[in-house]
């Protein structure tokens, strides 16, 4: 079994929303650092969202106001809603962990396949 399986992406025109959705499986989702990250073609990583164990939320200057990062630990699932979409905003999304737990220091060893989000003009 997949420790982490995203599902949520597709296509949607500027300004739309999707809600991205990333199942985990483990005892390891209540205390983690979970992570969103994103590649485009020919682009660097980027670190998305964090949620740490306690809540605490952090977000890349891109997409704050705009990209809401969740948890719930009943259901194991980390969420990404993502409204306002922008062009700029296209790329495969995955979900990641550290279970070290602190967002600070993680490095994130463990992640999903992906999902792909295509916003058009």
């Known amino acids: 079994q997949e420790p982490l399986v995203e599902s949520g992406g597709g296509s949607v025109q500027a300004g739309g929303s999707l809600r991205l959705s990333c199942a985990a499986s483990g005892d390891f989702f209540s205390f983690a650092c979970m992570g969103w990250f994103r590649q485009a073609p020919g682009k660097e990583r980027e670190k998305v969202a964090t949620v740490n164990g306690a809540g605490g939320t952090s977000y890349e200057d891109s997409v704050k106001d705009r990209f809401t990062i969740s948890k719930d630990n009943a259901k194991n699932t980390l969420y990404l809603q993502m409204n306002s979409l922008k062009p700029e905003d296209s790329a495969l999304y995955y979900c990641?962990?550290?279970?070290?737990?602190?967002?600070?220091?993680?490095?994130?060893?463990?992640r999903g396949q992906g999902t792909q989000v295509t916003v058009s003009a």
């Open positions: 990641a962990y550290d279970p070290l737990g602190s967002c600070a220091l993680a490095r994130f060893p463990y």
